[in-house]
């Protein structure tokens, strides 16, 4: 499939972000003759910082990743992209990763959901208009503090989903279970044989450093090995997501967003079971 009518299949990735990014960098490791362009409606690495935006353009450059900025996709066909800006770009594969939602269906059940479809969720990721009713990572919108930032990532999924276990089994028990709450102390961006590894700070900001190559590339594996054993933890030692140290939210917390969500709900109903 690396070579289509005697030539190198081109691989089109759009998005900028992460996924757009390991996308393409895994592509272009594995079949190096393939042609990948990464296509991105700003810059490509630029969510985070300057320093790991660097890092990644420079391995995916390494690479042979050819990268477009600043081009926003309007239309995409089986053979090509078409841009806001009426430029085309031919394809024999698309990536498409230039944001997400989640599906429709909580919305349509009639559940109470945000711009992008996502559950409206309290700090104990149940819904706030159908409380039987749990949503955990990139289809939940918690309304209150849950310690780091609850951006989508496999992290946040993770512990998100372990988290709705226990509140079911807490449920089942008839026992209360602490607000949902975890914290964030780095991120690794895989880029093919490559990686941008770099910690975090309680507000999930990328701090003091940021290590490249092949080294990132073999932390980095170390650390999902982690973060996947962190789930067996967590049902031996509820809470242990939560780096120590880190900005932990609390049942206070907790019940201050849900009485400042009753105010703004004058005359609402929401049950608890």
């Known amino acids: 499939m690396h070579q289509l009518s005697g030539g190198p299949a081109r691989v089109l990735a759009v998005g900028g972000g992460p996924l757009s990014i390991e996308a393409a960098g895994e592509v272009k490791s594995t079949w190096p003759d393939m042609d990948v362009t990464l296509v991105s409606g700003t810059r490509a690495g630029d969510f985070t910082s300057e320093k790991v935006q660097a890092v990644l353009r420079r391995d995916l450059a390494r690479l042979g990743v050819a ?16 841009t806001a800006t009426g430029r085309r770009f031919a394809h024999d594969i698309c990536i498409w990763a ?12 009639g559940l109470e959901v945000d711009a992008q479809d ?16 749990l949503a955990v990572g990139d289809s939940a919108h918690p309304i209150g503090s849950t310690g780091a930032p609850f951006r989508p990532s496999a992290l946040t999924a993770a512990v998100s989903g372990v988290y709705a276990a226990e509140q079911a089994v807490a449920r089942v028990a ?68 939560t780096w120590p140290g880190r900005r932990r939210a609390t049942a206070p917390l907790a019940g201050e967003a849900g009485s400042v969500r009753s105010a703004a709900q004058p005359g609402s109903q929401r049950r608890r079971s």
Do not use: K, Y
């Open 98 to 109: 230039a944001g997400m939602r989640a599906p429709s269906i909580a919305r349509q059940g």
């Open 174 to 241: 008839g026992r209360p279970i602490r607000p949902f709450t975890f914290s964030t102390f780095a991120q690794a961006i895989a880029v093919g044989r490559f990686a941008a590894l770099f910690p975090l700070d309680a507000n999930d900001h990328p701090i003091l450093f940021v290590m490249g190559g092949r080294a990132a590339r073999r932390l980095r594996n170390i650390l999902v090995w982690l973060v996947l054993h962190f789930i067996t933890f967590e049902r031996l030692l509820p809470g242990v997501q």
């Open 67 to 82: 990268l477009v900025d600043d081009e926003r996709v309007s239309e995409i066909t089986a053979s090509e992209v078409v």
């Open 118 to 133: 996502r559950v409206v969720v309290d700090t104990d990721l149940r819904s706030v208009s159908h409380p039987s009713i």
